[in-house]
Nanobody, 121 residues
Framework: QVQLVESGGGLVQAGGSLRLSCAAS????????MSWCRQAPGKQRELVAA???????DYADSVKGRFTISRDNAKNTAYLQMNSLKPEDTAAYYC???????????????WGQGTQVTVSS
């Protein structure tokens, strides 16, 4: 079973930056797409950004031009660079990945535990 561990969340003032990391660990697997989503209290979970194994990216309109998703395939790690943060970016951020397991030839969606991002005004 692959485990995803996020890090890098915290408290930042509006206009500031944070960089989230999501590291996958385990054995006999390959990561396909990796994504970040977020959920604020009382709101639905929202896809923030996604990146394929080839490096193609997609973003929610609300973060375009401010957030950048990237990945290091050798380290099985994805990053979310968040700049020009706004109070409305406050949420729990979750990483998830489409994981292919060589042992049983199956693909599964694996989730991290989440990291809190709080942007003060």
């Amino acid at each position: 079973q692959v485990q995803l561990v996020e890090s890098g969340g915290g408290l930042v003032q509006a206009g500031g930056s944070l960089r989230l990391s999501c590291a996958a660990s385990g054995s006999n697997f390959r990561i396909n797409a990796m994504s970040w989503c977020r959920q604020a209290p009382g709101k639905q979970r929202e896809l923030v950004a996604a990146i394929t194994s080839g490096g193609s990216t997609d973003y929610a309109d609300s973060v375009k031009g401010r957030f950048t998703i990237s990945r290091d395939n050798a380290k099985n790690t994805a990053y979310l660079q968040m700049n020009s943060l706004k109070p409305e970016d406050t949420a729990a951020y979750y990483c998830y990945a489409e994981v292919y397991y060589y042992r049983n030839y199956r693909t599964s969606l694996e989730w991290g535990q989440g990291t809190q991002v709080t942007v003060s005004s």
